[in-house]
């Protein structure tokens, strides 16, 4: 017998923490999965690796207690368990930490820790609580204060509070929900040590994630999932990121494009010494100035926060600029707004798709909310939503939109699938015109799985042969020189160099990110 | 072991089907009469004779016409305000736009009966225009506010109700007081060609007619129209709009016109339906009624029509219950809010469900 809340460590052969059995979920429509086999060691960190939509999330909301099980067995230390809620997960050891935060802002970190926890009581001893939680919080050497509120701690801090609440329950086996999406590159090495020592001290953690260089960085053991199954569990030492790749997407995938077309010379994009102010009234860009031609990329390099943003906001007719130009086709169409620039041809597709998409309206709404004012979407001013429906079905079919039907509401669609809904909208022309004239891409495949990454990344060269001219931010260097013609980097609001292809380097450029002009990075 | 405390649990629904949602307020409007006898049984009333009073306004023709006429300003008004709600808009100032067009539609009689400017069978239709303008652009202005200076409508619209009652009341005490009404603070009687009824004979008839033809428009306008699209783009997310260019200045301030336009038909509806002149506190809150019944109704136009009739049917119960059974104004007073906590305790089950185990 197990004795909860004793940890065994070193010596004994491993322990299987859990194990689930043909575990099998059905939602409308969806076998979300179908006979899943998985076990989890004490001492391992297993990474549960697949696209979005694999039902890696809702194999461990069955772990958790979220979701029941349709059909299949939970063992938990030897023990068949019925776990029905969370409150049943967190008796079995079960901690999870999901990819939004459950914590209150305004209460501090203590109190978030306690929160819903019988075994608190009625009175709340808060030196002994603080007290336990320092111990935790010094031997993971966080920088955290119990007493801290939780809205005045980073993105990064404000995880450790979720690990925390695990750890002070007592959790051995540990469940993080994508962790790394919203942390920046330093945080995620500190969570990833963090991980360590947890594994070191006997816990056992699953880490959801699509991202392959992490499962290889921090995990012991990788059990791949494609469209609902189990396809392979293996030790990571055994494997590599591209046998993992094709495990998970069922093919190779494509990492160099050939280009087609040359370049034209005409300049589509000219942007003469731009000055933007951002959302505080703070100078954001600080004079900037470039050209972008007709099927061309021009990739634009920086750590987030430096202006790109506003930048491209700027472009789209979304932002006012307050000096400088930008002349597009060889007019003049400084702050002109974005239905001008919508009807210049010009997509954006922001970084956040909540800028973009209406959660709340159809797959059909959204992907003509910016033609609905086009014959045959409407005529004068009465909507024909039977040709919207048609155009739907067709983008649908182009894009690989995975949605039951047109009039699904946006919202309900995965993360690749939206991404994959904003392209289709903003790639395709409006009625009457061809393609994008130029397209504005920020972060375009940020939080997407493998296949999904491909997909934008094969459509925007798609458009650039086609001869679109592209400004594409992007803080992924590996992306950004796989794809741009040209770079530029940008550091506080200004342009520190553009750099040829030839001249292509990831020192150089990561030099640049941080300030060092061209001649001094080089 | 089963311990005699049961545990009570809240959770979460995942998601309403319509099926529940309008079951779940059907029990609760019939918990709420449930608890409305028990009042009346304390009072020392038969509840039994009050609920045949209220179940005769909707079996009994000539009461469910009243109940209709009653219905009238409310549904025209919610059915405004479903637009506003739609668009994020918080609009509370129906009751003030309400009042607006009662001033408006007023002011068009006064003018004819002593200017003479229109033909007779014309002033109706002048009065319907003059209160959908004036009620919109009381409304607009709140919008207009919110959309360029990011003021919070629920504040600006809750004020300005205070302000055209009082402006009402200053009309009717003042400048518009009947002559020949020995001092009492009302204006003249309407003449009939400024009544509605004017022509079908009866107020009722024009009325649901009226509440028909305007669902069928808001239906249309939201469904059907690239700006009904605009508006509902606008309420999901201001972001949105502006990324697929949408002006949302433009969209908030012509659906915020609308949504107090129709207010103020709905004030219209009042003087010249029911009451026959203006006087003071015409309204006894048609316009916040509106906004439960809005809600009640799921900001669908077509459903907004029986939940309005169902709440001017409760307005003339009341004045029955008064009469017939000698009860108190504030017995009335007492049902009728019975019945709206009742419904708001009905939205809070429709989101949650409540476990309750022995264990």
């Not at chain 1, 336990?132 to 993105?155: D, M």
């Not at chain 2, 003059?130 to 959309?147: D, E, H, N, Q, R």
Request: one cysteine or more.
């Amino acid at each position: 017998m197990v004795r909860q809340g004793k940890r065994m460590r070193g010596g004994d052969s491993p322990e299987i923490l859990v194990e689930m059995r043909g575990i099998t979920k059905r939602f409308p429509n969806v076998l979300a999965n179908d006979h899943v086999d998985f076990t989890l060691m004490r001492g391992e960190v297993h990474a549960l690796l697949g696209e979005n939509g694999a039902g890696k999330t809702t194999l461990m909301n069955i772990l958790y207690g979220l979701y029941r099980l349709d059909e299949g067995e939970i063992w938990i230390k030897g023990r068949r368990v019925n776990i029905r809620s969370p409150r049943d997960a967190i008796k079995n050891g079960i901690g999870m930490v999901h990819q939004q935060f459950r914590l209150i802002p305004t209460h501090t970190v203590a109190e978030n820790v306690i929160l819903g926890l019988k075994e608190a009581g009625f009175y709340l001893n808060y030196r002994d609580i603080n007290e336990k939680l320092s111990e935790i919080i010094s031997f993971y050497g966080w920088n955290i204060s119990p007493s801290a509120r939780v809205w005045q701690l980073s993105v990064g801090e404000k995880q450790q509070v979720e690990l925390l609440k695990a750890l002070y329950r007592k959790a051995d086996i540990l469940i993080l929900d994508e962790p790394t999406s919203v942390l920046t590159s330093q945080e995620t090495t500190q969570l990833f040590a963090t991980l360590r020592k947890m594994a070191g001290e006997g816990l056992g953690i699953i880490l959801i994630s699509h991202k392959l260089d992490e499962v290889m960085q921090v995990s012991d053991r990788v059990t791949v999932m494609r469209r609902g199954r189990v396809v392979a569990t293996k030790p990571t030492r055994e494997t590599n990121p591209n046998e993992l790749a094709n495990l998970m997407v069922g093919r190779p995938l494509i990492t160099s494009f050939e280009r087609l077309n040359k370049t034209s010379e005409k300049p589509i994009l000219r942007v003469e010494n731009l000055r933007v102010l951002d959302d505080k009234g703070l100078p954001a860009v600080r004079g900037v100035s470039f050209t972008v031609k007709g099927g061309e990329i021009l990739g634009i390099a920086g750590v987030a926060g430096n202006g790109q943003q506003e930048l491209a906001e700027t472009i789209a007719g979304i932002r006012k600029a307050v000096a400088g130009k930008i002349i597009l086709d060889g007019v003049d169409v400084t702050n002109k707004g974005s239905l001008f620039m919508i009807r210049q041809g010009v997509a954006y597709i922001p970084a956040e798709s909540s800028k973009c998409v209406a959660y709340q309206m159809s797959v059909a709404e959204n992907l003509v909310m910016k033609s609905f004012r086009y014959e045959p979407f409407s005529k004068s001013i009465v909507m024909d939503w039977d040709s919207i429906k048609q155009h739907a079905e067709r983008l649908i079919d182009a894009f690989s939109i995975v949605t039951p039907s047109p009039s699904t509401r946006a919202g309900n669609l995965s993360g690749g699938n939206i991404q994959r809904l904003i392209l289709a909208r903003e790639l395709t022309g409006l009625p009457g015109s061809s393609a994008p004239k130029l397209i504005i891409a920020t972060y375009p495949t940020r939080d997407l799985d493998v296949a999904a990454t491909e997909f934008v990344r094969r459509t925007l060269i798609q458009n650039r042969d086609q001869g679109a001219a592209i400004l594409l931010v992007s803080e992924d260097l590996e992306e950004i020189m796989m794809l741009s013609d040209r770079i530029a980097v940008m550091y506080r609001g200004e342009i520190v160099g553009i750099l040829e292809q030839q001249e292509f380097d990831v020192e150089v450029i990561g030099m640049m990110m941080t300030g060092a002009r061209r001649g001094e990075a080089a | 072991m089963r311990s005699a405390i049961p545990l009570i649990r809240v959770q979460r629904r995942l998601e309403v089907p319509r099926r529940v949602s309008a079951a779940v307020s059907a029990f609760f409007i019939l918990l709420s009469f449930a608890a409305a006898a028990l009042i009346f049984e304390l009072m020392g009333v038969s509840s039994v004779a009050t609920f045949g009073v209220i179940a005769s306004v909707f079996t009994n023709p000539n009461l469910l016409l009243q109940a209709i006429l009653r219905g009238l300003p409310i549904g025209l008004a919610a059915l405004g305000l479903s637009i506003a709600f739609r668009m994020n808009f918080w609009n509370i100032g129906a009751e003030g736009q309400l009042y607006m067009g009662m001033f408006a539609a007023t002011g068009v009689v006064l003018l004819h009966e002593y200017q003479g400017l229109i033909a007779e069978p014309l002033v109706i239709v002048f009065m319907v225009l003059a209160s959908f303008v004036a009620g919109g652009l009381y409304c607009a202005l709140s919008a207009a506010l919110k959309a360029k200076m990011g003021v919070n409508e629920v504040l600006t619209t809750l004020m300005l109700n205070y302000i055209a009652i009082l402006f009402v009341d200053f009309l009717v005490y003042g400048p518009w007081r009947d002559p020949k009404g020995f001092n009492f603070p009302l204006s003249i009687q309407f003449p009939d060609y400024a009544r509605l009824g004017f022509v079908l004979g009866s107020p009722s008839y024009e009325g649901l007619a009226m509440l028909l033809v305007v669902a069928f428009l808001v239906y249309g306008l939201m469904r059907h129209t690239t700006l009904g699209f605009e508006m509902r783009v606008v309420g999901e997310s201001p972001e949105v709009a502006k990324h697929a260019g949408i002006s949302y200045a433009k969209a908030l301030i012509i659906g915020g016109f609308i949504s107090g336009g129709l207010a103020g038909i709905a004030g219209f509806s009042v003087v010249s339906g029911i009451i026959g002149r203006l006087r003071p506190r015409a309204s006894p809150g048609y316009g916040y009624t509106a906004i439960i019944v809005a809600f009640l109704a799921l900001l669908n136009p077509w459903l907004i029509i029986p939940a309005s009739i169902f709440f001017g049917g409760l307005i003339v119960a009341g004045d029955l219950i008064q009469a017939s059974l000698k009860l108190p104004f504030a017995a009335v007073q007492i049902f009728q809010s019975i019945i709206f906590l009742f419904i708001i305790a009905g939205e809070f089950m429709k989101r949650y469900r409540i476990i309750v185990s022995w264990r």
